[in-house]
């Protein structure tokens, strides 16, 4: 098993791999507790749909699927959701699901026009492909995690109060609404350094599960956050390891892990409801 371990090491692609993975993880750890305990959830999956259309733009000009394109378009429909929602007096989920579908749509016609074979790309959109993270793209991901943790660290006081008393926290002088702001930019930097990786179908299970899993065994925001990153670290260093020895997919087999410690959660909190008092 250690010489197994050691020759995978030795390989540069694995190398990559295991630090994307890494990267990846916390990201969506940390932005999962926010989504959660938001009641969020389609933002996930909405703005990683949205991500399509950023990359097929991408691809239609000549660019490939560019991660700075897609970042982008993902970041401006990410602020145009909250922009429209407050104008309209929308719920987010209803705004999320109009660029969610348009984003789709325009994507399509897209790659439609461009006429190309794009089905190894669409694969590696839809289904992710972390095997084959290249150096640049470790860059753009390493560059964009240090961004998303200084925004965390800078504003976590503010994000916590405003997700938990919003109208409290907006008399208390703390402004909400840019709060929100930031937090959608913020998802759209980790949805976009993420969704190569994990793939656009899996990407909402990604942010998610992990989150929930945490809420599931913490009695606090902070304690939230900490299990939420280290079961989606743990998870996707296990699943990508699991998927190199059993030769299957890594995106799906790390969801199927986190799905496994949230089934494990679900029992500890049956078994011992006091002790697993989830918050609220």
């Keep these: 098993m250690i010489e197994a371990l050691t020759t995978m090491l030795s390989y ?15 990201m969506s750890g940390l932005l999962g507790v926010f989504v959660v305990q938001r009641r969020l959830s389609f933002l996930g999956d909405g703005l990683a749909h949205t991500t ?20 982008i378009y993902t970041l401006f429909s990410a602020l145009g959701i909250v922009w429209i929602r407050k104008r309209a007096n929308l719920t987010a989920d209803t705004v999320i699901g109009i660029f969610f579908a348009v984003s789709v749509a325009f994507g399509i016609m897209l790659m439609s026009i461009s006429q190309a074979n794009l089905q190894i790309e669409l694969s590696s959109i839809l289904f992710g492909s972390i095997l084959s993270v290249g150096t640049s793209e470790l860059i753009i991901l390493a560059v964009l995690s240090i961004v998303s943790l200084i925004f965390f660290i800078r504003y976590w006081s503010a994000l916590a109060y405003s997700t938990f008393d919003e109208e409290l926290a907006q008399s208390d002088g703390i402004n909400v609404s840019m709060i929100e702001y930031l937090l959608f930019a913020f998802a759209a930097v980790v949805i976009v350094a993420s969704v190569k990786f994990v793939g656009i179908i899996l990407m909402a299970a990604n942010l998610v599960i ?6 599931l065994l913490s009695r606090s925001l902070t304690q939230m956050t900490i299990y939420s990153v280290v079961i989606a670290v743990v998870a996707s260093i296990g699943g990508l390891l699991l998927s190199y020895f059993s030769d299957v997919p890594s995106g799906s087999t790390i969801v199927l892990l986190e799905a496994g410690f949230f089934a494990i959660a679900l029992i500890l909190k049956s078994v011992f409801p006091k002790r697993y008092s989830s918050l609220g």
């Design 210 to 215: 992990p989150a929930a899993t945490a809420k």
């Design 52 to 71: 399509f259309g950023g990359l097929a733009v991408s691809w239609f000009f000549g660019f490939g699927t560019s991660l700075w394109i897609a970042l």
């Design 12 to 26: 540069t692609f694995m190398q990559q791999a295991l630090i994307a993975a890494f990267l990846v993880a916390v």
